[in-house]
């Protein structure tokens, strides 16, 4: 990632009091687990192949998918079938403001002592690398935008005296890896409490936001990648980020 791509929150002046929209949500107002859906563009193949979108997103939380059919007089009809969520976005909606609706109310969470979890699923060559990485050019993704946000946080004289310490695993065909680490494999516990522990994960303190994505940039290079049909470049495990 480019230093050009660093300063991109600068240029869109990203700062938590800047572009924060007078209706925005916050973690006091929104339900403590979410489904969001956002709609992909058509893929260079799809449109060399003349193809057309079969999903319409509809009022902020529906996507309907449409399917053709054919009745018994082989006439040919569109049958729909809608599916709601929390929030929906279509094709044109950009980074920035699906984060600022649905993850920076997660980074004032944190902020107020809340445990906050943020995770893009899908499949291959649906748009996750894109949601959470951008595209290097100008377009950054929620890792980068939530940086800011708590870099920015930090500054605040309720929040001097703490600190941002990250860790980096993927879970690859059932097994634990260290992405910070050489890939040492891990062991998930359980603690007298309950609460999952990943046993030996490394912990490195960051100090900046440049630091923070160089640590991510670190260890999806150690990710697990392979060939598909949708991606040349297409990793093959769960990576969690914290």
């Given at each position: 990632m480019s230093n050009q791509m660093f300063n991109q929150p600068n240029q869109m002046q990203m700062g938590m009091g800047n572009v924060m929209p007078q209706q925005a949500p916050?973690?006091?107002?929104?339900?403590?687990?979410?489904?969001?859906?956002?709609?992909?563009?058509?893929?260079s193949k799809e449109l060399q192949k003349n193809e057309q979108s079969v999903v319409?997103?509809?009022?902020?939380?529906?996507?309907?998918?449409?399917?053709?059919?054919?009745?018994?007089?082989?006439?040919?009809?569109?049958?729909?079938?809608?599916?709601?969520?929390?929030?929906?976005?279509?094709?044109?909606?950009?980074?920035?403001?699906?984060?600022?609706?649905?993850?920076?109310?997660?980074i004032e969470a944190a902020f107020?002592?809340?445990?906050?979890?943020?995770?893009?699923?899908?499949?291959?060559?649906?748009?996750?690398?894109y949601t959470m990485m951008g595209n290097g050019m100008?377009?950054?993704?929620?890792?980068?935008?939530?940086?800011?946000?708590?870099?920015?946080?930090?500054?605040?004289?309720?929040?001097?005296?703490?600190?941002?310490c990250a860790s980096f695993y993927e879970i690859y065909c059932g097994?634990?890896?260290?992405?910070?680490?050489?890939?040492k494999p891990l062991n998930a516990r359980?603690?007298?409490?309950?609460?999952?522990?990943?046993?030996?994960?490394?912990e490195k303190q960051v100090n900046n936001l440049n630091e923070m994505m160089g640590i991510i940039n670190f260890g999806l290079r150690s990710r697990t990648v392979g060939v598909t049909g949708a991606n040349n470049d297409s990793s093959r495990s769960h990576a969690n980020y914290y």
């Open positions: 916050t973690y006091q107002n929104i339900p403590k687990i979410r489904v969001i859906v956002r709609k992909r563009p058509l893929n319409e997103i509809r009022n902020g939380r529906q996507v309907v998918v449409k399917e053709l059919k054919t009745k018994v007089d082989l006439t040919k009809y569109i049958e729909e079938h809608p599916f709601t969520f929390d929030r929906t976005y279509d094709e044109n909606v950009s980074n920035e403001n699906i984060y600022i609706e649905t993850v920076r109310p997660m107020n002592k809340t445990k906050v979890t943020c995770f893009a699923y899908g499949q291959t060559g649906s748009g996750k690398t100008g377009t950054p993704g929620f890792y980068l935008l939530g940086g800011y946000d708590i870099f920015s946080l930090l500054q605040l004289p309720q929040y001097q005296g703490f600190s941002i097994k634990l890896f260290d992405l910070l680490n050489e890939r359980e603690d007298g409490k309950q609460n999952i522990c990943i046993v030996g994960l490394v």
